[in-house]
C-alpha cells in the first residue's frame, strides 16, 4: 500500500470522529436544550457540581424533603449522590469550564477514533471505516453522547480497554 493510501482513511475517519462530536453537541444543544432530563443524569450533574466545588458531600437542607433531588441521598445531615464518582468526576471538568456538553461530544469522538483503530487492527480499513460511519449514524449513539449520562465514557474507557490488551 502506498503511503498515501494509509493517510486517506485516517483522514477519513478522522472526520468521522469531528463529525460525530459536532453532532452530539448540536442534539445536547438542540435536543436536550442543555439540560438533565432523566433521574440518573439530574444526580449526576448534582454530583459533578458538587465536586466541581470541592465536595463530595454537601450538608442535608432543613428540610430534605422539600428539596428532593432523585438518586440524591440525605443521610445523618449530608447529602450525596448514590453514583461511584468516576463520572460525575470527569463531567465536573465541563461543569468547571461551564461547558458540560462538551464532556460526551469530545467522548463520542473519541469513541468513533477508537472504534476505527480497533476495526483496522482486527479486521482491515475497510471494515474500520464502515464500522466508524455507522457509529456515528447510530441514533442510539448519537442521542447517548448528547446527553449527560455515563454511556460514553464507559464506551471509550471499553474501547481502550481492547486496543490495550
Same mark, same amino acid.
Request: with cysteine; charged share 5%; hydrophobic share 55%.
Given at each position: 500500500m502506498r503511503p498515501?493510501? $494509509?493517510?486517506? =482513511?485516517?483522514? !477519513?475517519?478522522?472526520l468521522l470522529?469531528? %463529525?460525530?462530536?459536532?453532532?452530539?453537541f448540536q442534539v445536547h444543544e438542540q435536543v436536550f436544550e442543555r439540560m438533565a432530563h432523566l433521574e440518573d443524569e439530574m444526580a449526576y450533574l448534582w454530583q459533578a457540581q458538587a465536586i466541581? #466545588?470541592?465536595q463530595l458531600t454537601v450538608p442535608s437542607p432543613p428540610f430534605p424533603k422539600s428539596f @428532593?433531588? =432523585? /438518586?440524591?441521598?440525605?443521610?445523618?445531615?449530608l447529602r450525596f449522590g448514590k453514583? =461511584? !464518582?468516576?463520572? =460525575?468526576?470527569v463531567l465536573s471538568f465541563g461543569? $468547571?469550564? #461551564?461547558? $458540560?456538553? !462538551?464532556?460526551?461530544?469530545?467522548? +463520542?469522538? /473519541?469513541?468513533?477514533? %477508537?472504534?476505527?483503530? @480497533?476495526g483496522r487492527r482486527v479486521f482491515g480499513v475497510t471494515v474500520a471505516l464502515l464500522a466508524a460511519g @455507522?457509529?456515528?449514524v447510530s441514533p442510539f449513539f448519537i442521542m447517548n453522547s448528547g446527553s449527560l449520562l455515563s454511556h460514553p465514557l464507559g464506551l471509550?474507557?471499553? %474501547? +481502550?480497554?481492547v486496543l490495550a490488551w
Open positions: 498515501s493510501g $494509509r493517510f486517506l =482513511p485516517s483522514c !477519513i475517519a478522522l470522529s469531528l %463529525l460525530a462530536a459536532w453532532t452530539a466541581a #466545588g470541592g @428532593l433531588v =432523585p /438518586f440524591v441521598v440525605d443521610h445523618n445531615g453514583y =461511584p !464518582i468516576g463520572w =460525575p468526576v461543569e $468547571r469550564m #461551564g461547558m $458540560r456538553g !462538551i464532556v460526551n461530544s469530545l467522548l +463520542a469522538g /473519541f469513541s468513533v477514533w %477508537l472504534t476505527y483503530l @480497533l @455507522l457509529t456515528v471509550v474507557l471499553s %474501547l +481502550a480497554f
